[in-house]
């Protein structure tokens, strides 16, 4: 059964949004094209950008500042939407309270704080490399503009893409992954292997199956002593081990906050009237799965963001679409793309026909329907399945 959210009956007349990445900026700007005419305040701690460049073509200075940022034309001005750049302290129903201690107080309020790289104690005291934020990218940039060689410990979507950048700028490139292989947490050890043989194909060295037991510093040269006893050796390391969700302004709230802000099925923060969740700290409730489920994508962020945005101005409906989740990795001259619900399904395989090149669609099925896709190098290929695979969610989540 779904939470019951509390929800205020008088339409808001202010809303601050505490976050500027792409859920925040967005969820500002459709605010105004949804018909909202009120103050609209951003706060957060950067000027928005786009994140997934960071590790491929930012990180390769294929893209500038320029580029990546979210803005379009003059804004925020030309939609007239406050900025303030700025840490908040503290959430609660009607007012945000900043670091400083000043308040400001908004009918609605929009928490979209994203997420941080997690540091465990391990990389204490050693030069060891984390990519979330536009200054991380741009300081590995230049590590690897200077370096020789690179060690990659974590193979999950950020440790391939850096992988994969670095060895195109020529540096000798090794992952080290704890599960059995690259990315078959994600996608399942078909498709795994799939991506590790480009990575070995571009040259390079993956070390699967074993994890890092401690970090060394010897000379400029950082040593990862694995378990199993091997020692790999490089001077420019980055650790991918995941992200730490940033909850701390919601901390004291009285909120369950195990796995991200629990909110009803439009994002509404359950047990705190006033307030929604949008992007990776938001776990929304899902009909069909029956509980809270967090999305960690570019694309869902944006989603979510338009219906708040859409539900606060008011003019959001039951006949408001939802598009099935997206995302997609490059990592070389590969593009991988993930369109639907892989968590719905029942089997899975290689998708033969005879004009689709062997292993470059991976189908989900729950029983005969399909419900996702992984296309591998063809993008063009996803406006075929599109379509069918929204039409399969469809039926199962109406069922």
């Given amino acids: 059964m779904q939470p019951q959210s509390a929800e205020s009956e008088i339409a808001p007349e202010s809303v601050v949004v505490v976050g500027a990445g792409v859920a925040g900026w967005r969820l500002a700007r459709d605010l105004r094209g949804a018909g909202f005419t009120g103050p609209v305040t951003v706060v957060g701690d950067e000027a928005p950008y786009d994140r997934p460049p960071l590790s491929k073509q930012y990180l390769a200075g294929e893209y500038d500042d320029a580029r990546i940022s979210l803005y379009r034309g003059d804004e925020p001005t030309s939609i007239d939407v406050t900025v303030r750049e700025g840490r908040v302290a503290s959430v609660r129903s009607g007012v945000v309270t900043l670091d400083d201690g000043e308040t400001v107080e908004a009918d609605a309020i929009v928490v979209a704080t994203g997420s941080t790289a997690r540091r465990p104690a391990m990389l204490d005291g050693h030069q060891v490399h984390t990519l979330r934020t536009r200054e991380d990218s741009q300081t590995l940039r230049a590590a690897i503009a200077d370096g020789r060689s690179l060690l990659v410990l974590g193979g999950g979507f ?51 199956g074993v994890g890092v037991e401690r970090l060394e510093t010897r000379g400029d ?52 009237d ?67 619900r892989p968590e719905l399904a029942d089997r899975a395989g290689w998708l ?38 929204t039409e399969g969610l469809a039926s199962v989540t109406t069922a």
């Fill in 158 to 208: 950020i440790g391939a893409e850096v992988a994969a950048t670095a060895r195109a700028a020529g540096l000798d490139v090794t992952i080290v992954e704890l599960q059995p292989q690259l990315l078959g947490a994600a996608f399942g050890s078909e498709c795994g292997t799939r991506l590790e043989r480009v990575h070995r194909e571009n040259g390079v060295e993956l070390v699967t």
């Fill in 221 to 272: 040269a950082t040593v990862a002593v694995l378990a199993d006893g091997r020692e790999l050796t490089a001077d420019v390391v980055v650790a991918g081990f995941g992200a730490a969700l940033n909850l701390d302004v919601l901390e004291g709230a009285g909120l369950d906050l195990a796995d991200g802000v629990v909110c009803d099925s439009s994002g509404r923060v359950v047990r705190l």
């Fill in 274 to 340: 006033g307030v929604w969740a949008v992007g990776d700290i938001a776990a929304w409730h899902d009909p069909v799965l029956d509980r809270p489920v967090r999305r960690e994508h570019w694309q869902v962020a944006g989603e979510q963001a338009s219906l708040v945005a859409r539900t606060i101005a008011g003019t959001a409906d039951a006949t408001t679409k939802r598009n099935p989740p997206y995302f997609w990795s490059d990592q070389f001259d590969l593009k991988v793309q993930v369109f639907g």
């Fill in 352 to 389: 033969e026909a005879d004009d689709l090149d062997p292993e470059s669609v991976w189908a989900y099925h729950r029983g005969d329907t399909l419900v996702a896709v992984v296309t591998f190098g063809i993008p063009r290929l996803l406006g075929r399945f599109r379509p069918l695979v």
